[in-house]
């Protein structure tokens, strides 16, 4: 299981981190992600990170202004948002891939074709 939280309101270029924490499994065999859904949109992938954080991918629409990590040793994924933007106000959702996939395969499988497990979202709104 996959719980998200640190969600919250913030200021246009402000900064926020939120975490997701992992049960039930072994996480490090995981590559995990972080996604976002925006009201009256589809979800969308924002940033993933490989089994042991030496690989990492973000969206265009974030890279630069977040940072996504993971501390296997505490079963806890990361997103330290900053420079947020009022369009990224958005449900925030931890995901984990299917464990049998490569990196590659992921990354082909995106936005969602590839997610194993979905946390429960946390809600993050910036405002102008």
């Known amino acids: 299981q996959l719980q998200a939280f640190g969600g919250g309101l913030v200021q246009a270029g402000g900064s926020l981190r939120l975490s997701c924490v992992a049960s039930?499994?072994?996480?490090?065999?995981?590559?995990m992600g972080w996604f976002r859904q925006a009201p009256g949109l589809e979800r969308e992938f924002a940033a993933a990170?490989?089994?042991?954080?030496?690989?990492?991918y973000y969206t265009d629409s974030v890279k630069g202004r977040f940072t996504i990590s993971r501390d296997n040793a505490k079963n806890t994924l990361y997103l330290q948002m900053s420079s947020l933007k009022p369009e990224d106000t958005a449900v925030y959702y931890c995901?984990?891939?299917?464990?049998?996939?490569?990196?590659?395969?992921?990354?082909?499988?995106?936005?969602?074709?590839?997610?194993?497990?979905w946390g429960k979202g946390t809600l993050v709104t910036v405002s102008s």
């Open positions: 995901a984990a891939f299917r464990p049998e996939l490569s990196w590659i395969q992921v990354r082909r499988t995106l936005p969602t074709g590839g997610v194993d497990n």
């Open positions: 990170i490989s089994w042991n954080g030496s690989i990492i």
């Open positions: 039930g499994g072994t996480f490090s065999s995981y590559v």
